[in-house]
C-alpha cells in the first residue's frame, strides 16, 4: 500500500466504496465521475504506479484484469453490445490516478 495514493486506500477500505466485485487481488467499483452509462474501475489491489512500471512477474495481474473485465461487461449487459477497456497511461495520456487501473467504459444505445 502507498500512504498517499487514493486507490490503495479505496483497496483497503479506507475510504468507503461499494465494490461490484472482489477477490484476493483485484476490486472493481465504479467511477466517481462515469463518461458513460457504465463505467468501472478494475483496479489490483497491488500498488502499481502505471503500466511503465509494471514487471514482469505482475503479468499474470493484467490477464486478470481482462478477465474479470469480460465478466463485468456481461453482468453489466454490455457485452454484446459493445465496450471500450483503457489504461491511461501518465500524464499525456490522461492518466489522473497513480495506481493502475483498467477502465470498462459502455452502455451507449443500450
Ligand atoms: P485515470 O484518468 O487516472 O485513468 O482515471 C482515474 C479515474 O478515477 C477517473 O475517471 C476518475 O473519475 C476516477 N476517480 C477519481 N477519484 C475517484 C474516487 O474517489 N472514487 C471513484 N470511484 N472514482 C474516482
Ligand atoms: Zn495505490
Not at 502499481?48 to 503479468?59: G, M, P, T, V, Y
Not at 474479470?68 to 501518465?90: C, H, P, R, T
Request: glycine residues 8%.
Amino acid at each position: 500500500m502507498s500512504g498517499n495514493c487514493l486507490f490503495c486506500q479505496i483497496v483497503n477500505k479506507k475510504i468507503p466504496t461499494e465494490f461490484l466485485y472482489e477477490d484476493e487481488n483485484v476490486v472493481v467499483f465504479k467511477d466517481i465521475h462515469p463518461a458513460a452509462p457504465v463505467h468501472l474501475l478494475i483496479v489490483p489491489k497491488k500498488h502499481i504506479r502505471s503500466i511503465n512500471d509494471l514487471q514482469k512477474e505482475e503479468s499474470l495481474i493484467i490477464s486478470e484484469l481482462f478477465m474479470i473485465a469480460k465478466d463485468m461487461a456481461k453482468k453489466q449487459g454490455v457485452n454484446e453490445s459493445g465496450y471500450k477497456l483503457l489504461f491511461n497511461v501518465e500524464k499525456g495520456g490522461g492518466q489522473v490516478i497513480f495506481h493502475l487501473h483498467l477502465h470498462l467504459i459502455g452502455g451507449w444505445n443500450k
